[in-house]
């Protein structure tokens, strides 16, 4: 039997270093060899027919290698991979599809992501919650997002917002019309229908909210929560008070941003990520149980008085209509709106028509030449559909609507 280094021998003869690998590979070039003579050693150099063969087979085989690795990567958006394996953000980079097919495993995580993509610099990010009512084509979210790209300054502001989809049809719908949205259905009760004012379902929603919004906070966000039925026409943040911890909008304003009589409106609140806050917000929803029956607004209203909020030390502001209106009391200055909500109002076909009209009076103003803007010759032709009155009559059918479409621009 022959020893090992003769067979080294023979297997070094039987194939030398292709010079063509080497050159493919000029990460891992190959380890130089002694020169030889080849006629002393007994054999003649390969003829170049042969190592054009030879690299005809290596690439062929580096071809089949690579369809192969491809073929197994493509499959991954079909399995139930763990968060250790690849993350969602990963997942969607390379298969956009993969939110629809596999939700996250860990929604936390999740979460994670969605608030890391959307971020500003200052980790703030803008919120809304939708489900399937008002997620439909043509309805509250379609004019919610139209009017940033309305607005006098906001259509940057769409690249930090995050949609909150309250149900499955919901979330499809943002992944349709929108690229950051986060999936928060909740297995105990279905918010894919109209939530009607003060039903137990509308509670049930406005309380999971809450406590939504906390873990925001916990997570180290500053947000901006608005409903979907606010038009934004201006950057709010050049209104914001810099040194308050919970500012919120209000239905009525008095006059005085510290004033805590003013009545609060919780479609619409800016909030940073403190302590104070964090406490702030179990207070408040731990204070439902205290208040059956009520929604997160009216609790706020009792325990905005409550000493627990001047012993954690949160500043409370209350932003003013004039920049911050609504359908209960609207803002009387187009040339200082920030975002008008149409609170006040009950039904969807209601909201859709005086939402649709709100949309047509911005546009009137912006079309405006400079001199008759200062004149404010335009004001708001809303409310009309909706009113407080129409809040009294919950039971009342919803009137039949026929607003003409606005011309596409």
């Excluded at 290698?65 to 493509?74: F, G, N, P, R, V």
């Excluded at 129409?390 to 009137?399: A, C, I, K, V």
Aim: hydrophobic share 40%; with cysteine.
């Amino acid at each position: 039997m022959a020893s090992p280094r003769l067979l080294a021998r023979y297997h070094r003869r039987r194939y030398p270093p292709s010079t063509a690998v080497s050159a493919c590979c000029p990460f891992a070039p190959p380890r130089p060899l002694p020169l030889r003579d080849c006629s002393s050693a007994g054999m003649s150099p390969p003829k170049p027919s042969t190592l054009i063969r030879r690299a005809a087979c290596l690439f062929t085989l580096l071809t089949l290698s690579l369809l192969m690795l491809y073929t197994a990567t493509d499959s991954i958006r079909f399995l139930h991979l763990p968060s250790a394996s690849l993350s969602s953000a990963t997942l969607v980079r390379i298969f956009p599809s993969y939110l629809n097919n596999s939700p996250s495993p860990n929604p936390m995580q999740h979460l994670k992501e969605v608030l890391g993509n959307a971020s500003m610099g200052n980790n703030t990010v803008i919120l809304t919650t939708l489900n399937d009512a008002w997620a439909s084509t043509n309805s509250v979210v379609d004019l919610f997002l139209k009017s940033f790209m309305l607005g006098d300054g906001t259509h940057w502001l769409l690249d930090h917002l995050v949609i909150i989809a309250l149900d499955k049809k919901a979330y499809n719908r943002c992944q349709a019309v929108h690229k950051h949205c986060f999936s928060l259905v909740t297995g105990d009760v279905d918010f894919q229908e109209e939530a009607y004012f003060m039903t137990p379902n509308y509670l049930k929603m406005m309380w999971r909210r809450i406590d939504f919004l906390r873990s925001v906070l916990e997570l180290g966000y500053d947000f901006v929560f608005t409903d979907t039925d606010i038009m934004w026409f201006r950057d709010p943040f050049l209104q914001f008070f810099p040194d308050a911890d919970f500012q919120i909008a209000c239905d009525h304003f008095f006059g005085d941003p510290d004033d805590l009589n003013n009545m609060p409106n919780g479609g619409f609140n800016y909030v940073k990520s403190n302590n104070r806050s964090i406490a702030f917000y179990k207070f408040w929803y731990a204070s439902h149980e205290t208040y059956p029956g009520y929604h997160d607004q009216d609790v706020f209203n009792k325990i905005k008085f409550d000493p627990l909020i001047s012993d954690i030390g949160l500043k409370i502001k209350f932003l003013d209509t004039a920049y911050f209106g609504g359908l209960c009391e609207p803002s009387k200055d187009l040339n200082l709106v920030c975002t008008m909500h149409a609170n006040c109002c009950y039904g969807m076909d209601s909201k859709l028509h005086d939402l649709k009209i709100m949309l047509q009076d911005w546009r009137a103003f912006t079309s405006l030449p400079p001199d008759l803007k200062n004149e404010s010759v335009i004001s708001w032709r809303v409310p009309q559909n909706c009113s407080l009155h129409s809040l009294r009559h919950f039971d009342s059918p919803s009137p039949e609507i026929n607003v003409e479409r606005e011309e596409e621009n």
